[in-house]
């Protein structure tokens, strides 16, 4: 069982910068990959970036590659999700997920984060 809980959102001009967290707790965490999924009002939930359990696999949508930077700390337990070059059409409640199959992970993990909501304003 892994419970996850987000933090680091809030309102941010367009080419700022943000740093979200998501503390993980409950056993076998080390072992789950992490990811980051957005929901912008009236749209559906999509795939941000994903981490395995190792840090040795990571993949991005091609809309925050070069701009988002997905790691891992085992150790705290804890995922970031670190947001440069910020636009307006990032923002969007941000999602934590877990899952102990890789590809899973992409389309339905199995454990979610409450959300975190990013705002940029232009």
């Known amino acids: 069982q892994v419970q996850l809980v987000e933090s680091g959102g809030g309102l941010v001009q367009a080419g700022g910068s943000l740093r979200l967290s998501c503390a993980a707790s409950g056993r076998a965490f080390t072992r789950a990959h992490m990811g980051w999924f957005l929901q912008a009002p009236g749209k559906e939930r999509e795939f941000v970036a994903g981490?395995?359990?190792?840090?040795?696999?990571?993949d991005y949508a091609d809309s925050v590659k070069g701009r988002f930077t997905i790691s891992r700390d085992n150790a705290k337990p804890t995922a970031f999700l670190q947001m440069n070059s910020l636009k307006p059409e990032d923002t969007a409640v941000y999602y934590c997920?877990?899952?102990?199959?890789?590809?899973?992970?992409?389309?339905?993990?199995?454990?979610w984060g409450q959300g975190t909501q990013v705002t940029v304003s232009s």
């Open positions: 997920a877990a899952d102990y199959s890789w590809s899973d992970l992409f389309t339905k993990p199995h454990y």
């Open positions: 981490i395995n359990w190792s840090g040795s696999m990571i």
